[in-house]
């Protein structure tokens, strides 16, 4: 079993910040990526930021200088930094996790429940 298990959300004014945390844990081999997605009611799920196990990095343009993806090597964690937040940026987060329970196994692609970022006055 994998699980991930997203935390952090909440609600925040427009300028504030939150920290984003997903944790993997269960049968895992290697993790070779971790990113954070994100849905709006009426929206197409999007990537929020991306991180490889090599710490390259990818961000949405929307979130680009706002947004900042990081990650634990002493845990299977990974977080984002939500600097300068909008109104806009108000959806459920979702944390993916690109997992490979071993050696002969490709990687599969193991999601968290979400975590709702609500931004507003």
């Known amino acids: 079993q994998v699980q991930v298990v997203e935390s952090g959300g909440g609600l925040v004014q427009p300028g504030g910040s939150l920290r984003l945390s997903c944790v993997v844990s269960?049968?895992?081999?290697?993790?070779?990526?971790m990113g954070w997605y994100r849905q709006a009611p009426g929206k197409q799920r999007e990537l929020v930021a991306a991180?490889?196990?090599?710490?390259?990095?990818n961000y949405a343009d929307s979130v680009k200088g706002r947004f900042t993806i990081s990650r634990d090597n002493g845990k299977n964690t990974v977080y984002l930094q939500l600097n300068s937040l909008k109104p806009e940026d108000t959806a459920v987060y979702y944390c993916?996790?690109?997992?490979?329970?071993?050696?002969?196994?490709?990687?599969?692609?193991?999601w968290g429940q979400g975590t709702q970022v609500t931004v507003s006055s």
């Open positions: 991180i490889t196990s090599g710490g390259g990095t």
């Open positions: 993916k996790a690109v997992v490979s329970r071993s050696l002969l196994q490709r990687p599969a692609d193991y």
């Open positions: 269960g049968s895992i081999f290697t993790i070779n990526a």
